[in-house]
T-cell receptor, first 111, second 115 residues
Framework: DAKTTQPNSMESNEEEPVHLPCNHS???????IHWYRQLPSQGPEYVIHGLTSNVNNRMASLAIAEDRKSSTLILHRATLRDAAVYYCILTSREYGNKLVFGAGTILRVKS | EPEVTQTPSHQVTQMGQEVILRCVPI?????FYWYRQILGQKVEFLVSFYNNEISEKSEIFDDQFSVERPDGSNFTLKIRSTKLEDSAMYFC?????????????FGPGTRLTVL
């Protein structure tokens, strides 16, 4: 399984943008980049995913480097409810898209 | 909004007992998964299930574990003889298989405590 590297933790102020980085230098051409998050005492929750192009949805934006070896999850205005562990995960459609979770980045949001 | 549900929310059992964890995936989803998370540790993949058979399983998913979709709506995880180290949160997830839409929807989890 392709590996990702994320900072252990990050801190943000409420109402400010947050950029969560992820390195995936061994990504293959068919791997999708997924972001999930896990709020305290809850199951993981899908945030966004992409393959090559930048993606936007109601929750966040995903910026993918041109060489696909890194990506950044962007929360445009962090709220206290965004405090969670954020996971950057590579998946392959070929293998049923199982999710291999790492330790993720703990995002703390200060009011 | 459709959601994955899991029952029970908390299960306490004695070591060596059998437990069945139940999940109701979202109705038009075709891929189903079980994951577990030991307290303070990473979420770990256990098994994926598609077209009424296991499509992939991890090393954790040994002969003590089995999955079943008995009636077209429920998706169950059975642990035949529980061990202390099976204590964890167990999450069920489901995924629609349609075009490029690739999201896995997770349930709230079942906390299994083995005494």
């Amino acid at each position: 399984d392709a590996k990702t590297t994320q900072p252990n933790s990050m801190e943000s102020n409420e109402e400010e943008p947050v950029h969560l980085p992820c390195n995936h230098s061994t990504i293959s051409g068919t791997d999708y980049i997924h972001w999930y998050r896990q709020l305290p005492s809850q199951g993981p929750e899908y945030v966004i995913h992409g393959l090559t192009s930048n993606v936007n949805n109601r929750m966040a934006s995903l910026a993918i480097a041109e060489d696909r070896k890194s990506s950044t999850l962007i929360l445009h205005r962090a709220t206290l409810r965004d405090a969670a562990v954020y996971y950057c995960i590579l998946t392959s459609r070929e293998y049923g898209n199982k999710l291999v979770f790492g330790a993720g980045t703990i995002l703390r949001v200060k009011s | 909004e459709p959601e994955v549900t899991q029952t029970p929310s908390h299960q306490v059992t004695q070591m060596g007992q059998e437990v069945i964890l139940r999940c109701v995936p979202i109705s038009n989803h075709l891929y189903f998964y079980w994951y577990r998370q030991i307290l303070g540790q990473k979420v770990e993949f256990l098994v994926s299930f598609y077209n009424n058979e296991i499509s992939e399983k991890s090393e954790i998913f040994d002969d003590q574990f089995s999955v079943e979709r008995p009636d077209g709506s429920n998706f169950t995880l059975k642990i035949r003889s529980t061990k202390l180290e099976d204590s964890a949160m167990y999450f069920c997830a489901s995924r629609i298989l349609a075009g490029g839409f690739d999201e896995q929807f997770f349930g709230p989890g079942t906390r299994l405590t083995v005494l």
